[in-house]
C-alpha cells in the first residue's frame, strides 16, 4: 500500500480526522518505509519540544513527494527511540491517493501584495489578495493580465511567530473586469512549478490563519 513515489526525506503533514480546521498540524517527514502498509517518520517537534502523538488515534496524512502531494488516513502503532532520537511507526489505513490542485483548500482573505507580469518586467504591480490555496490565487489590479501569460506573485504570509515571504510563478486563468468603469480587475492564477517546501509553507500559513479566525470566533 506504500507508493513507490513515496521516498525517505518527503515531508509529511499529520492532523487528527476531526473537524480539520480545529485541528492541530504536525509537521515531520519520512525516515524509512517499514514495509507495504508501514512506514517510519520523525517525531515532530514544535518550539523545540517532541509532540507525543496518541497511540491507535486516527490521522489524515499528507505526504509531499516529487510526483505531487499523496492523502491517505493512518494511525501510531509504535514509539520508537534510537539514542535522543525518537520516531513513530505509521500504519496506512487507506491507500494514499494523489491529491489534485483543484483539491487544495482555498483560502478568502484580504492582503495586499504585489506581482510581476511578461508586459511589464523589472516593474512590481500591486494588487490585493482575494483569496489563497496550495494551488493558486485569486487577486485584484488595476489592470487586465493576459490569458496564459507567466506572472511572478510575491506573497507575504504572516504566521504567528514570523512572516514567509516568497516568490511564486503562476499562469492567468483569468482576467476580467468587475465594474463598468474597468477600474479594478479580477485574475485567478493557478502556481506553476511550485516547490514542495513553498507549497507547504502556503497550506501552513492557511491552516494557522483558519485556526486563528476559529478561535476568534468562540471569544479565546
Not at 514570523?162 to 476580467?176: N, P, R
Request: proline fraction near 3%; charge should be negative; aromatic fraction near 10%.
Amino acid at each position: 500500500m506504500v507508493q513507490s513515489s513515496i521516498t525517505l526525506g518527503d515531508k509529511i503533514e499529520l492532523t487528527k480526522k476531526i473537524d480539520l480546521l480545529d485541528a492541530e498540524a504536525y509537521y515531520s517527514m519520512v525516515y524509512e518505509l517499514v514495509d507495504e502498509t508501514h512506514l517510519l517518520i520523525q517525531a515532530p517537534i514544535e518550539s523545540g519540544k517532541i509532540i507525543p502523538l496518541e497511540m491507535d488515534e486516527v490521522y489524515y496524512a499528507s505526504v509531499y513527494t516529487k510526483r505531487g502531494l499523496f492523502r491517505g488516513e493512518v494511525e501510531v502503532t509504535k514509539r520508537i527511540k534510537d539514542k535522543n532520537l525518537h520516531y513513530l511507526e505509521l500504519q496506512l489505513l487507506t491507500p494514499m491517493k494523489k491529491y489534485q490542485r483543484r483539491q487544495y483548500y482555498r483560502m478568502d482573505c484580504i492582503l495586499n501584495f504585489k506581482y510581476q507580469d511578461e508586459q511589464e518586467l523589472e516593474v512590481w504591480g500591486t494588487g490585493t489578495l482575494l483569496d489563497i490555496s496550495g494551488g493558486g490565487i485569486r487577486f485584484l489590479t488595476p489592470k487586465s493580465l493576459k490569458l496564459n501569460e507567466q506572472v511572478v506573485c510575491h506573497l507575504e504570509l504572516r504566521l504567528e511567530d514570523y512572516t514567509i515571504e516568497m516568490d511564486a510563478l503562476g499562469v492567468v486563468l483569468q482576467s476580467k473586469p468587475i465594474d463598468p468603469d474597468k477600474i479594478q480587475f479580477q485574475n485567478r492564477v493557478l502556481f506553476d512549478e511550485l516547490s514542495i517546501e513553498n507549497r507547504e509553507k502556503i497550506i501552513k500559513f492557511i491552516f494557522e490563519e483558519e485556526r486563528r479566525r476559529r478561535k476568534k470566533e468562540k471569544g479565546m
